[in-house]
């Protein structure tokens, strides 16, 4: 019964550890994403062209030169997110100590079986 525990155990530290791989993923993917947001949008705005494609990536490296000399910006977008892996960790650590603790039945040694007459079976004929 010990066996399934330890399972139990393992598939909700898989669980939590997916869980946050997608939370992390989503929170710094859409902080990576957004630059290409809006020069995409910037570029539709434009009329679509390569011209306009080009006014819209050099407006957006504009803007994001201009938020990125802004005082503490950056680290309030970054902080959440190494906070976050930091709650993963401990949590999936946690659960991975819960999981040591719980000691699996050990296997009982298996004993040969033997003939009962102290032949050596099927060899001796």
Same mark, same amino acid.
Do not use: H
């Given at each position: 019964?010990?066996?399934?525990?330890? =399972?139990?155990?393992? &598939?909700?530290?898989? !669980?939590?550890? #997916?869980?946050?791989?997608?939370? *992390?993923?989503?929170?710094? @993917?859409?902080?990576?994403?957004?630059?290409?947001?809006?020069?995409?949008? =910037?570029?539709?705005? &434009?009329?679509?062209? !390569?011209?306009? #494609?080009?006014?819209?990536?050099? *407006?957006?490296?504009?803007? @994001?030169?201009?938020?990125?000399?802004?005082?503490?910006?950056?680290?309030?977008?970054?902080?959440?997110?190494?906070?976050?892996?930091?709650?993963?960790?401990?949590?999936?650590?946690?659960?991975?100590?819960?999981?040591?603790?719980?000691?699996?039945?050990?296997?009982?040694?298996?004993?040969?079986?033997?003939?009962?007459?102290?032949?050596?079976?099927?060899?001796?004929?």
């Amino acid at each position: 019964m010990k066996t399934v525990d330890v =399972l139990v155990v393992k &598939l909700l530290q898989l !669980i939590v550890t #997916t869980f946050f791989l997608f939370v *992390l993923s989503l929170w710094y @993917g859409s902080i990576l994403l957004a630059p290409l947001a809006v020069w995409y949008n =910037l570029s539709a705005f &434009l009329g679509g062209g !390569i011209f306009a #494609t080009l006014v819209a990536g050099g *407006l957006t490296i504009g803007l @994001g030169i201009y938020i990125s000399r802004l005082p503490g910006l950056i680290d309030t977008m970054i902080k959440p997110g190494v906070e976050m892996y930091k709650l993963a960790l401990s949590t999936v650590c946690g659960i991975g100590r819960v999981a040591s603790t719980i000691d699996p039945k050990p296997e009982t040694a298996k004993t040969e079986e033997k003939p009962a007459d102290n032949t050596t079976g099927a060899e001796a004929k």
